[in-house]
């Protein structure tokens, strides 16, 4: 029964990405552990699937309509994809199973991943209720320190999609808005297609890993999203971004909270 909600679930992803063109994916690692009973770790394999395959396909509408800039997607997405590779092929596998251990508490790899998650998700939830992206006035190229910051961005991206699956697009789009200075619509749009190449390269390494993919319940997640995205990018028209941003962000905000809740409890600490 879990496992319909999670298909349901999958729905709502799309959406979320289809409407706002970030946000989705952070709650593709939760719907995978806690209604598909996925491991952790191959939850945020799965993920990076789900988010790719979906981002891409959302980027569609974006390049037909000219709002995605390639020129700064390359930039932003070669320190990311670098980033990915490292974390995804060194840094992950490389954490043993328990990361600490004092007498009788024992603080799993599983745990960790899941802990870290839900921080992501604390941030991402307070820089969607609380941040007013401006677009700049000024159409200037960016200067050497604005393209280390962005180059910095992408490492760091890089990384985090890395270690939780998450595509980290609202992360990105402050980044181009602020550094590469291209309109708000158009950094959605190139959001989605770094999104897109950075999650879908973390899926292809994670191939050669040894991991057992239930593409069976991979492919019908993937097709739920993707009836979503497209749902919402239709939706999108008629709803309001900015509102339909809070109040995502407030339910990753208490989904965060029970993650942590959860995983602490697992840890005998409530």
């Known amino acids: 029964m879990t496992e319909i909600y999670g298909y349901l679930a999958a729905v709502f ?3 979320v990405l289809g409407m706002i063109g ?3 994916s952070i709650l593709t690692v939760p719907i995978m552990v806690y209604l598909m009973g996925i ?3 191959l939850a945020t394999v799965y993920s990076l699937f789900v988010v790719g395959s979906t981002t891409l396909i959302g980027s569609v509408s974006y390049i037909r309509q000219g709002l995605v800039n390639i020129k700064t997607s390359v930039a932003f997405a070669l320190p990311s994809l670098i980033s990915i590779f490292i974390t995804r092929k060194y840094i992950l596998p490389s954490l ?3 990361i600490f251990q004092s007498g009788d508490f024992v603080l799993s ?4 991943i899941l802990l870290l998650f839900a921080v992501i ?3 991402s939830s307070l820089l969607m209720i609380f941040s007013n992206v401006k677009e700049k006035d000024d159409q200037h190229s960016m200067s050497a320190k604005e393209t280390a910051i962005l180059i910095f961005y992408g490492i760091a991206v890089g990384f985090i999609t890395g270690m939780v699956g998450a595509g980290g697009g609202f992360l990105i789009v402050p980044a181009l808005v602020f550094f590469a200075r291209i309109p708000v619509k158009a950094a959605i749009g190139t959001s989605l297609l770094i999104i897109a190449a950075n999650s879908l390269s973390g899926f292809a390494g994670d191939l050669t890993g040894n991991y ?3 593409w069976k319940l991979l492919l019908i997640f993937l097709g739920f999203a993707v009836a979503g995205i497209l749902i919402g990018s239709r939706l999108a028209k008629f709803v309001s971004g900015k509102n339909l941003k809070k109040a995502f962000g407030a339910v990753v905000l208490l989904m965060g909270f029970y993650i942590i809740f959860r995983e602490l409890k697992q840890l005998n600490i409530f």
């Not at 790899?109 to 960790?112: A, E, P, W």
């Open 39 to 41: 491991n952790p770790v």
């Open 96 to 98: 043993p199973e328990v």
């Open 13 to 15: 992803v799309g959406l």
């Open 109 to 112: 790899k599983d745990i960790f």
């Open 121 to 123: 998700m604390l941030l």
């Open 212 to 214: 057992v993919i239930d």
């Open 22 to 24: 970030a946000g989705g």
